[in-house]
């Protein structure tokens, strides 16, 4: 398995890593055996990168994945996140918290939940307006002077707020969203944590799951799942973007790969420090993800794909309104 550094940090994982999200939270029915069997098979293929957060479940994404290496801890590199507040009785219901006392109690908690006494990379989820960066990232450098954090992470933060961060404590990571259809990292973000020697986790990298090609209707996703209130999957938005996935397999169908493949190996193309964690709770899909590894995108086929698939080629926002205003804080 490949492996790749994050950043300046130091902290070396697998070149893929492995989203847990979707076991346990908003992509339909969980099936907690089929996702163990999923984790195991995935460090079995030498993934070592395992990403979750507190608000998954809220709470279970943590305890599965804890249930499932309790006896293998030292051999993953344990990725979670605290700082978007939900209400396990009304789990619709958000608040964003940076305050340093709750980065504090929310790290106490994860730890149990994870049954583990260090984690190694700690990520603030969202970026809390009316806590300066200074003052959460200070809270979080106590926890890994007191060992109980090995490194430092933030989501969705602003070129701007990593910057300052920075000055703080070195920031292993940012995750954000990015892939063939959100490259809205790469105006400012990019260059600027480049710069900042912080390594770069894109979240998503599957346009959860639009790119693969696997979704082609409205009614392929359950009742239930929180893709059906995104503005990309609704309406003509969707329409439009089957246009674009169509484009893309026809890119797949030439070099042999799935589109799935060709969406994840564009992103791993993207540089040595991009570390995408592509999200699934079945064996298959995973050996499938782990395929992009082995398909290697001359600069022609990178030019190709940049003309069907530029910026802004997806039709719609990547959150709905209300959640829009949470990210690049
Ligand atoms: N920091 C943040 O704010 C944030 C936000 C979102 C996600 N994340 C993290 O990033 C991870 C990945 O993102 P994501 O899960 O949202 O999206 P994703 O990786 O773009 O896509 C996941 C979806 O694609 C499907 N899928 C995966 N491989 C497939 C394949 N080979 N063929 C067909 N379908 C496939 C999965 O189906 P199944 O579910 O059926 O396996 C799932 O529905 C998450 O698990 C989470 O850890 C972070």
């Not at 995108?297 to 530029?310: G, H």
């Amino acid at each position: 398995m490949e492996t790749r550094i994050l950043g300046r940090s130091g902290l070396r994982v697998s070149a893929l890593g492995l989203g847990c999200m979707g076991m346990s939270d908003f992509y339909g029915q969980p099936d907690d055996a089929e996702s163990t069997r999923t984790l195991h098979r995935a460090l079995e293929l030498g993934v070592t990168f395992f990403d979750t957060a507190d608000m998954y479940g809220p709470f279970k994404n943590e305890e599965l994945v804890s249930r499932a290496f309790r006896d293998r801890r030292d051999q993953i590199v344990l990725a979670t996140k605290f700082g978007i507040l939900r209400d396990p009785n009304d789990p619709t219901k958000r608040g964003i918290s940076g305050r340093p006392e709750y980065v504090r109690q929310a790290c106490e908690a994860s730890l149990k939940r994870l049954g583990t006494d260090y984690i190694d990379l700690y990520y603030q989820h969202r970026v809390d307006p009316a806590t300066p960066i200074e003052e959460t990232v200070g809270a979080m450098a106590e926890l890994v002077k007191e060992g109980k954090v090995r490194y430092l992470g933030l989501s969705e933060a602003a070129a701007d707020t990593v910057r300052r961060a920075c000055a703080v404590h070195p920031i292993a990571a940012l995750q954000t969203e990015y892939s063939l259809w959100s490259r809205e990292p790469e105006d400012e973000i990019l260059p600027a944590i480049r710069e900042l020697g912080v390594g770069f986790v894109p979240y998503s990298p599957l346009g959860r799951g639009f790119l693969t090609g696997q979704i082609q209707r409205f009614e392929d996703l359950a009742p239930d799942d929180y893709r059906r209130h995104t503005p990309r999957f609704q309406g003509e938005n969707f329409q439009r973007n089957l246009d674009l996935v169509a484009r893309i397999r026809d890119i797949a169908a030439q070099k042999g790969c799935t589109a799935g493949q060709l969406a994840l190996a564009w992103v791993l193309a993207q540089g040595q420090d991009v570390v995408p964690i592509p999200g699934t709770k079945r064996v298959k899909y995973l050996e499938e993800n782990l395929g992009a590894l082995q398909v290697q995108l001359t600069a022609a086929e990178l030019r190709q794909i940049d003309e069907v698939a530029p910026v802004n080629a997806a039709a719609g926002p990547r959150y709905p309104a209300a959640m829009m205003n949470s990210v690049n804080g």
